[in-house]
């Protein structure tokens, strides 16, 4: 009977082995875990809340603001948007550290518009921020390939597998092991961050990475990082590298 036992078990392990040697990608978006009906509403840009904010977003572009009177679009096109939001976040050669794309977006009001920083999570910073991922829908997430970045990568992946809070829970604990099981009557996705920012249902509203990343660490009874902070720049940095090759889909839609 040990050697059924152990005989199924070296089964299961060759077969395990054999499908990662195909090279078959299991990895899967948020989306793919929805009601066909939420799906539906990402597809249809008629439907989907975020397109709202992809239009305000056009509109600031547009517009002159700040001491300078530039617009986002004096020095940009739309169209020179296209796969920029999908290599954030990024080695910033100032400040010697990664920073994501909301903050480059302030840091070109303060630098080029000067004008004062907006605040996160405020409708401004998330109309602009999904206009420019808007811009890269379709193509795939592709983190740079910076030697700077190395560290600050390796923190990102020990935090995503640290314990935390009084569950003494890591992002890992349900993302990887418990990934498609289930946690009171929602799905567990994989956690690519491929939609950001996304339309939550659950919200009513949009909302970046950074708002759901706070999200977890409160659900697992942790104190949430600040917006900003470079703990959770670092955890995308890392997310990043998990969903490299997906396809972005800015705005999604989530439960």
Known sequence: MRQWVLFALLLVAASAHSQSATGVDKRRSGADFMAASTQAMQKDDTLNPGMLWVKDGEALWQKPTGQSQKSC?????????????????????????????????????????????????????????????????????????????????????????????????????????????RLGSSQIPQAHPTGYPVYRLEWQSLGSLQRRLRNCMSGVRAEPFAYGAQELVELELHLAVRAKGMLVETPGVRP
Request: proline share 6%; net charge positive; aromatic share 4%.
């Open 73 to 181: 679009a004096s020095c940009h096109t739309p169209s020179s948007m296209k796969g920029v939001a999908s290599r954030y976040p990024d080695f910033d050669d100032v400040l010697k550290r990664p920073i994501t794309l909301s903050q480059r977006i302030n840091q070109c009001r303060q630098k080029h518009q000067q004008t004062d920083p907006l605040r996160a999570e405020s409708q401004d910073l998330l109309s602009l921020e999904s206009f420019v991922a808007h811009q890269s829908r379709g193509m795939p997430v592709a983190p740079p390939d910076d030697k700077r970045l190395d560290t600050f990568r390796e923190r990102g992946q020990q935090r995503y597998t640290q314990r935390m809070g009084q569950l003494n829970l890591s992002c890992a604990h349900c993302h990887d092991s418990n990934a498609g099981g």
